[in-house]
């Protein structure tokens, strides 16, 4: 007679495969790029939220993982202040490389939201908003440009539409516009379940 697997060996198994996926993934887009600098995605495999922007900034391409540098530190901070676990997050652009082809750019993405299986997609600024629109993601819906309001995406991915992280850290007024929209998160993510 077999053993039963526990919850924590299921979870590992989705686990493991999610990294293979991600991890194949990456090296599909790497191999796009053909030897340019590309900002690959970085967090939790299977993180509740799944964080997207528009296009890498220069720091991002010489480290070669997205939300590198200023943009990266500003959420890592504005976690904090929300609570929300870091672990719990996944982040990535819709470009990413210079000169990268769109279509192929939106089949990337709609694997990277169908292997990490978000709760919460966070759509950070216009250009963004617009790219996630014409996915076409199954089950997928068109979201409206209205900043810090919960969308639904699908039946089971909710979704958040700031302004765009990179835009907003020089100017006060940006930042604190990003800041009202974002804190929309923390007031999600502190009414989940506990389990």
């Given at each position: 007679?077999?053993t039963?697997?526990?919850?924590?060996?299921?979870?590992?198994?989705?686990?493991?495969?999610?990294?293979?996926?991600?991890?194949?993934?990456?090296?599909?887009?790497?191999?796009?790029?053909?030897?340019?600098?590309?900002?690959q995605?970085?967090?939790?495999?299977?993180?509740?939220?799944?964080?997207?922007?528009?296009?890498?900034?220069?720091?991002?391409?010489?480290?070669?993982?997205?939300?590198?540098?200023?943009?990266?530190?500003?959420?890592?901070?504005?976690?904090?202040?929300?609570?929300?676990?870091?672990?719990?997050?996944?982040?990535?652009?819709?470009?990413?490389?210079?000169?990268?082809?769109?279509?192929?750019?939106?089949?990337?993405?709609k694997?990277?939201?169908?292997?990490?299986?978000p709760?919460?997609?966070?759509?950070?600024?216009?250009?963004?908003?617009?790219?996630?629109?014409?996915?076409?993601?199954?089950?997928?819906?068109?979201?409206?440009?209205?900043?810090?309001?919960?969308?639904?995406?699908?039946?089971?991915?909710?979704?958040?539409?700031?302004?765009?992280?990179?835009?907003?850290?020089?100017?006060?007024?940006?930042?604190?516009?990003?800041?009202?929209?974002?804190?929309?998160?923390?007031?999600?993510?502190?009414?989940?379940?506990?389990?």
């Amino acid at each position: 007679m077999g053993t039963a697997v526990t919850t924590d060996e299921i979870y590992q198994r989705y686990l493991d495969k999610a990294i293979k996926e991600i991890l194949r993934l990456e090296h599909e887009v790497a191999e796009a790029a053909g030897g340019a600098p590309v900002a690959q995605p970085t967090g939790h495999p299977l993180g509740t939220i799944f964080l997207v922007k528009y296009g890498p900034q220069t720091q991002e391409l010489q480290e070669g993982v997205a939300f590198h540098g200023r943009a990266g530190h500003a959420l890592k901070r504005s976690l904090e202040r929300l609570h929300v676990d870091p672990r719990e997050v996944f982040g990535t652009n819709c470009i990413k490389f210079a000169g990268a082809d769109e279509d192929a750019c939106r089949s990337w993405l709609k694997r990277e939201i169908r292997i990490v299986q978000p709760k919460l997609l966070v759509v950070m600024g216009d250009d963004t908003l617009e790219f996630l629109n014409r996915l076409e993601f199954p089950l997928g819906r068109t979201l409206e440009p209205t900043h810090g309001t919960l969308q639904h995406f699908t039946p089971t991915i909710e979704a958040l539409v700031t302004p765009d992280i990179d835009a907003s850290l020089d100017e006060e007024s940006s930042k604190r516009r990003f800041w009202k929209s974002f804190q929309e998160l923390g007031r999600w993510y502190s009414a989940l379940p506990p389990y």
